[in-house]
């Protein structure tokens, strides 16, 4: 068996300790004579396994009992949806765009109500993020909206925007769970698990329980509503069960790692080693501005495309996979989430300083 080192931007790399114990568990969970894939949601085995996985979640980001913890389906995508349809009761939300994901989401709020583009770093390639500590807030937005790490541009919110007052409603997807964070802060957190937590196909919401009403816009199917699935423990119909598990699998791994203080060390460890040798390498050049800049994903370029598409595929076979850019951006992008053990991002360093000796003209 050949473990590659991953550095895909999602689906990730995942704790090599919880694929192993899956692959034990996967002909009979724990005596129980099945898989987990194949067991009924309503048996009481499942429903200890999706209890545990909420109990764990909670207790690893110290979430107070007035938020509700959601595990749903439709990936990242489906709460660009779900958030107006849940939230906008004044019919205004106002958007933070910092790059795709939250400019699909700003899109998508457009077709439900009046949302306000506040802030946006569109003019630089989206590269940084803006100031945030006095944006127009419009008077009755219902929430401002965020994306706290931009997965294909490679820059975080390092300081949350001052919303005054209003409800902070932010996609974690590829951020979540790699430092510790104050809930208290947001409305709701959410984010699709397959960039740092499990497989594609479940997606997290931590919403605080005011928000949870049955005054939804009109025609909110039965499935977009929160209130359906707060009201029934994520239970109302069948749950991605399997990929449920996996999750509680690695918040069981990253509890073991000394929780998400210990995370943020390691994740500020790895990002060191790539940024540093970034900023001093003649080759490869960072792309985001340094107080703009994500631990998780982070994107370079030589500055030719030719060599850029030579070191990706040199990359590649020397173990080193997925490092090719996002294809809205080009360059390289190396995603070093939780999973990623130090010696994958040393391991990438040691293979550019390589390539970088062979090919500087
Ligand atoms: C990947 C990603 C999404 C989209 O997730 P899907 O689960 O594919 O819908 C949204 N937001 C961010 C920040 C992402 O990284």
Redesign the pocket.
Known sequence: MARVYNFSA?PAVLPEEVLKEAAEEMLDYRGCGMSVMEMSHRSKTYDNIIKEAEADLRQIMNIPDNYKVLFLQG???QQFAMIPMNLMKNGVADYIVTGQ?AKKAYQEACMYGKANKIASSEDKTFSYIPDCSDLPISPDADYVYI?E?N?IYGTKFHELPNTKGKTLVA?V??CFLSEPVDVTKYGVIYG?V??NIGPAGV?IVIIREDLITEDVLPGTPTMLRYKTHADNDSLYNTPPAYGIYICGKVFKWIQKMGGLEAMKKRNEEKAAILYDYLDHSKLFKPTVEKGSRSLMNVPFVTGDDELDAKFVKEAKAAGLESLKGHRSVGGMRASIYNAMPKEGVEALVAFMKKFEAENLK
Do not use: H, I, L
């Open positions: 999602g990936g990242a995508s994901w994306c790490n997965t996609d997807s590829s699709g397959q960039k997606v």
